[in-house]
């Protein structure tokens, strides 16, 4: 079945880009009607969606983190990004990667990335 | 685009009914049927219990099951069981080709 795995920094300093990759198994990024998003949850705190990418390439994000938030694919890797710019310690969370169609399932086991100098 | 409102907490005993609310406007849940439901236990990530309001996903118990009435959507634990408690999401299209999540409910089999 479909696996997903985050991977990157664990530790980014403020103003900085944090970056986060996503790595697909046992399916593909480029076929399926399906999108690849990203989603994050501080400490303590409920979920939020990041934004997500079609396996065309075409992207949608959340509107309150718009101007700072791209999401990239790389189906020759079967990969997708995050890259988040600007950070504060407002970004502190794990960040999870999912494969959505109409909801989100499976999800990978997420990542903390703490936001600190 | 606000989080969906959802009680904070709700409890039951094994073998108890517990249902959760979740609500939201008429561009999000009440416009559509694209509403799923989460489990989170302690240090894990979400897992699908609901989706399309009504449906189930293989391998998930019949004893979850999904509502919608209006603006509000509801997720129904019946014959509640230990490995029931933890975390639960919400999850609506918000419209203009987004997501929002609900504040979470922790549920607590007594």
């Known amino acids: 079945q479909v696996q997903l795995q985050e991977s990157g920094p664990g530790l980014v300093k403020p103003s900085q880009t944090l970056s986060l990759t996503c790595t697909v198994s046992?399916?593909?990024?480029?076929?399926?009607?399906?999108?690849w998003s990203w989603i994050r949850q501080p400490a303590g705190k409920g979920l939020e969606w990041i934004g997500r990418?079609?396996?065309?390439?075409?992207?949608n994000y959340n509107p309150s983190l718009n101007s700072r938030v791209t999401i990239s694919l790389d189906t020759s890797k079967n990969q997708f990004s995050l890259k988040l710019r600007s950070v504060s310690a407002a970004d502190t969370a794990v960040y999870y990667c999912?494969?959505?169609?109409?909801?989100?399932?499976?999800w990978g086991q997420g990542t903390l990335v703490t936001v600190s100098s | 685009q606000s989080a969906l409102t959802q009680p904070r907490s709700v409890s039951g005993s094994p073998g108890q009914s517990v249902t959760i609310s979740c609500t939201g406007s008429?561009?999000?849940?009440?416009?559509?049927?694209?509403v799923s439901w989460y489990q989170q236990h302690p240090g894990k990530a979400p897992k699908l219990r609901i989706y399309?309001?009504?449906e189930r996903p293989s391998g998930v118990p019949n004893r979850f099951s999904g509502s919608k009435s209006g603006n509000t959507a509801s997720l129904t634990i019946s014959g509640l069981q230990a490995e029931d408690e933890g975390d639960y999401y919400c999850?609506?299209?918000?419209?203009?080709?987004?997501?929002?999540f609900g504040s979470g409910t922790e549920v607590t089999v007594l």
């Open positions: 399309d309001v009504t």
């Open positions: 999850c609506s299209y918000g419209g203009s080709y987004n997501y929002v």
């Open positions: 008429s561009i999000g849940i009440g416009g559509h049927n694209y």
């Open positions: 999912a494969r959505e169609f109409e909801r989100f399932d499976p």
């Open positions: 046992g399916g593909s990024t480029s076929s399926g009607n399906f999108y």
């Open positions: 990418i079609y396996t065309s390439g075409s992207t």
